[in-house]
Every structure is written in C-alpha cells, then in structure tokens.
C-alpha cells in the first residue's frame, strides 16, 4: 500500500505562482510513475502531467511551459511546481501513483494504483 497527502494549495491571483506537494508513504517501487491530475467542477478529470522513475517528465498543452513536476526521492516528495496562473487552472489538483511505467497520453486516468484526496488551486481574474 501507498498513501499520497496533497498539500500547498491555496487562492492566487492570474499571474501568481503556487508549489503543490505529494508526500508518499508506504511500500516502494524501483518502477513507478508519478502524475497529477485536475478536476474543475462539471469537468472530466485531466492530466496534468507526469514523471517516471527514470525522472523523465511529460506534460499536457495547457501547462506546458508554465507547469514544472519534480521530485525528492530521498524525502518520497513529488512537487508541481505552477507559474503564470490561469483562471482556467481552477480546480482540484490530484497526484496519483502507478506502479509501472507511463502511459504515454497524460490524460489517461485508469491504471493508476494509489490517489492522493486532493488540494483545491483556486485563480482569480
């Protein structure tokens, strides 16, 4: 079993930066793939992006130069790392754990192991 614990969101405004955090806890695997994912309301959940055990990252449009994942792997800490803020970033943030590797669409939701309960990123215009 793993635990994932989302912590560091908040309210900014267009243009801010937030740092979202992703404590894990829990059995270890020399394979895995980290992501985070979004679910503004009345929305499908989406990718935001993901890093592999390799450190090899992949990130969706939207974010694409603005968002950075990164990871502690002595501290089992995974960060997102979120500059130029959108209104249309609002949502709840999710990282997820999949032991294996990527897939190779960030959007693809199924296959993941573990979740984390989610913090809310709220921007204002």
């Known amino acids: 079993q793993v635990q994932l614990v989302e912590s560091g969101g908040g309210s900014v405004q267009a243009g801010g930066s937030l740092r979202l955090s992703c404590a894990a806890s829990g059995n270890t695997y020399s394979v895995y793939c980290m992501g985070w994912f979004r679910q503004a309301p009345g929305k499908e959940r989406e990718g935001v992006g993901l890093?592999?055990?390799?450190?090899?990252?992949r990130y969706a449009d939207s974010v694409n130069g603005r968002f950075t994942i990164s990871e502690d792997t002595a501290d089992n800490t995974l960060y997102l790392q979120m500059n130029s803020l959108k209104p249309e970033d609002t949502a709840m943030y999710y990282c997820a754990m999949r032991v294996g590797w990527c897939f190779l669409d960030t959007d693809t939701v199924d296959g993941y192991n573990y979740w984390g309960q989610g913090t809310q990123v709220t921007v204002s215009s």
């Open positions: 890093i592999d055990s390799d450190g090899d990252t």
